[in-house]
C-alpha cells in the first residue's frame, strides 16, 4: 500500500455513516448483508444509503456481488489488513516486535504506548 492509497481508504471512512457500515460488515463475516438489512439495522434511509455504499465499494473497502434482485456487500479485510501494516511497517524502527512491550492494551481493541 502507498501513501494515496491508505488517504483514499482513510477519506471513505472519514463519515460516521460508512465507519457504521464496515464495522457492520466485519461483524457479519464472510456472508455479509444485502443492502436493506445494512439499512434496517442502522436505520439509514435507502438513497442516502446507497451513496455510501458506493463510495466505501469504489475504494475497495466492500465488495458487492449480484443476487437475484439483491446487492450483497462484504467487507474487504485483506484491505484494512494491508491499511494496518502500512501504518505499523516503521513501528519501533521496522522492527515491531520490539514495540509490543511499550503497549498495554486499552479497551478490548486497542493499544497505547506506556510512559517509562
Same mark, same amino acid.
Not at 466485519?26 to 435507502?46: D, F, H, N
Given at each position: 500500500?502507498?501513501?494515496?492509497? $491508505?488517504?483514499? /481508504? ?5 463519515? @460516521? ?6 464495522? %457492520? !460488515? /466485519?461483524? $457479519?463475516? +464472510? #456472508?455479509?448483508? /444485502? ?9 439509514v434511509p435507502p438513497t442516502n444509503l446507497s451513496f455510501h455504499l458506493k463510495a466505501l465499494t469504489q475504494s475497495q473497502l466492500l465488495s458487492v456481488t449480484q443476487e437475484?434482485?439483491? %446487492?450483497?456487500?462484504?467487507? =474487504? !479485510? #485483506?484491505?484494512? *489488513?494491508? %491499511?494496518?501494516?502500512? %501504518?505499523? #511497517?516503521?513501528?519501533?524502527?521496522? *522492527? +515491531? ?6 503497549? =498495554? +492494551? /486499552? @479497551?478490548? *481493541? #486497542?493499544? !497505547?504506548?506506556?510512559?517509562?
Amino acid at each position: 500500500m502507498d501513501t494515496s492509497s $491508505a488517504v483514499k /481508504v482513510f477519506e471513505s471512512l472519514s463519515s @460516521g455513516i460508512r465507519l457504521d457500515i464496515y464495522r %457492520l !460488515l /466485519v461483524k $457479519a463475516g +464472510p #456472508a455479509g448483508l /444485502v443492502a436493506g438489512e445494512i439499512g434496517t439495522e442502522l436505520g439509514v434511509p435507502p438513497t442516502n444509503l446507497s451513496f455510501h455504499l458506493k463510495a466505501l465499494t469504489q475504494s475497495q473497502l466492500l465488495s458487492v456481488t449480484q443476487e437475484g434482485r439483491f %446487492l450483497r456487500y462484504r467487507a =474487504q !479485510l #485483506a484491505l484494512m *489488513h494491508e %491499511l494496518v501494516t502500512y %501504518l505499523t #511497517a516503521e513501528c519501533c524502527s521496522g *522492527h +515491531p516486535e520490539l514495540c509490543a512491550e511499550t503497549c =498495554q +492494551p /486499552v @479497551g478490548s *481493541h #486497542a493499544c !497505547l504506548a506506556t510512559e517509562s
